[in-house]
């Protein structure tokens, strides 16, 4: 006679399976909207700085106004942008942080950052 073995999960694993989906579907839907602004801010960086060429200051920081209100950027403004000169060119860096509640009183503090830097085009 031979003996089958049951195949499959049991009841309490595919609960435990269930919230640990669920808790990192929560995570990435609350973190998602601000990786992609972040993703923005850093595309529109690079555009204000490749066309920065014999530009001032505030022109540079009005260019960046007018694409991040095309691209709905709201977390960073024109006046947080960081513009200094490295090696004759013209950088555009910005940081920033951002904290991301997720249950009660724990959140979620990730810091961005970056510029147009040909360092940091790896990033």
């Not at 209100?69 to 860096?93: M, S, Y």
């Not at 950052?113 to 990033?123: E, F, I, L, V």
Request: hydrophobic share 45%; charged share 25%.
């Amino acid at each position: 006679m031979t003996i089958k073995r049951q195949r499959g999960l049991a009841l309490s694993a595919l609960l435990l399976w269930g919230i640990v989906i669920g808790l990192v579907a929560i995570l990435v839907i609350r973190v998602l909207p601000d990786v992609i602004e972040y993703f923005k801010i850093r595309h529109a960086v690079k555009v204000v700085a490749a066309e920065s060429s014999g530009k001032t200051v505030p022109e540079i920081r009005q260019a960046y106004g007018r694409y991040a209100e095309v691209e709905h950027i709201k977390t960073f403004g024109p006046a947080d942008l960081d513009v200094f000169k490295e090696d004759n060119q013209v950088v555009v860096g910005f940081a920033y942080e951002r904290r991301i509640p997720l249950v009660g009183n724990v959140s979620l503090l990730i810091d961005f950052s970056g510029s147009s830097s040909a360092r940091d085009s790896g990033q």
